[in-house]
């Protein structure tokens, strides 16, 4: 007996939904409250109902109404599962292709807003696929997705994630103002760090929220870096108008040199920060952070005299080059020579 005729669940027209785009079969169990559930293959899901099919071609898929029933359990299809493999084994390049292939398959669950639809694989791969983009560096490519994830059902355990995702845009799109201020919002209020008027905190160290976990923290302290430094680049081209010798724009220039010092530093310590806090779980995310930093700590202009600052360039240089299996760019090859300790006076 075909398991259609054992149901009395109203059957929703499909006419209103001939624009849904189908995903690819699912298999599913309809939980019900009488006890009586059944199997199927789901198809596609709007608000307010599922489609299922008795073939595991999803041929004749009827809509169902959610309000009829008690849940659905979902089964895993096995090029999730081979997604999620690639996923766990930190194998960025074959999961990004994974999750663009299921995004594209399971579009026809990934919008539906009804309870039940929760974190289904539709919209988790939109998720999965711009998190894969994030972390092989293809901030530009996370741009069309990124309208995506705001638009699916998932729950609030990806909202912290999805809310930093406006961060690689705003990075994607060089604005870097924006990009500052967003950041402002993940930093410890000053009127809530005691003595920080009295210097217990240095301006240029201002800590972030706790309730951040460690993965988070990483890209706070990565993306207030790159907008730190930028924002400094660009103090340094308004004082590299200015005529060197004129009295007149004295103050300005001193004002500009000591403000430029200040984000520097910033931005040298949270890149410091990003390497350090997440190295073991996003590797990606920590060699970006240690070439940014080589290549700022170099631009101090105390650099070549001081030999604290060489010796803690050089270990992130050795760091960087085990770590990286391309190895350290050749521009900054001579990072890799260790510095000679002055000789005491």
Not at 79 to 98: G, H, V
Not at 290 to 310: D, H, R, V
Not at 314 to 339: E, I, M, R
Request: glycine letters at 6%.
């Amino acid at each position: 007996m075909k398991i259609f005729h054992l149901l009395f669940i109203p059957v929703i027209t499909c006419i209103a939904l001939c624009g849904q785009a189908f995903a690819k079969p699912v298999s599913v169990t309809i939980v019900r409250s009488n006890g009586n559930d059944f199997p199927g293959f789901a198809t596609k899901a709007n608000d307010n109902s599922i489609f299922i099919s008795q073939f595991e071609d999803g041929s004749g898929a009827a809509g169902y109404a959610f309000s009829s029933m008690k849940g659905i359990a979902w089964g895993q299809p096995d090029d999730w599962k081979k997604a999620k493999e690639y996923w766990e084994r930190r194998d960025y390049t074959n999961a990004t292709q994974a999750f663009k292939q299921a995004m594209e398959d399971y579009q026809g669950f990934a919008l539906s807003k009804h309870p039940f639809m929760q974190d289904n694989i539709g919209a988790q791969a939109v998720f999965y696929y711009m998190e894969c983009l994030r972390r092989t560096g293809k901030f530009t490519e996370m741009m069309e997705p990124y309208v995506q994830v705001q638009k699916v059902n998932l729950g609030g355990k990806w909202k912290d994630q999805i809310k930093l995702f406006q961060g690689w845009e705003h990075l994607a799109k060089g604005r870097w103002r924006p990009l500052s201020f967003m950041m402002e919002t993940y930093e410890v209020k000053r009127s809530q760090i005691p003595g920080i008027d009295d210097y217990t905190v240095a301006p240029n160290e201002m800590p972030l929220v706790s309730d951040l976990n460690f993965q988070h923290m990483a890209q706070v302290a990565y993306l207030r870096a790159i907008s730190t430094e930028k924002m400094a680049e660009e103090l340094a081209g308004k004082l590299a108008d200015l005529d060197p010798n004129a009295e007149a724009t004295r103050e300005e220039r001193i004002k500009l040199n000591r403000d430029i010092g200040l984000m520097r530093g910033k931005a040298l310590t949270d890149y410091s920060r990003a390497y350090t806090i997440n190295y073991g779980s996003e590797r990606g995310l920590a060699l970006r952070s240690m070439l940014a930093a080589l290549k700022l700590i170099e631009k101090m202009p105390q650099f070549k005299e001081n030999y604290t600052m060489q010796k803690e360039a050089y270990g992130v240089a050795v760091l960087f080059n085990s770590l990286s299996p391309a190895g350290l760019p050749t521009s900054l090859k001579h990072l890799l020579s260790k510095p000679v300790e002055p000789e005491e006076d």
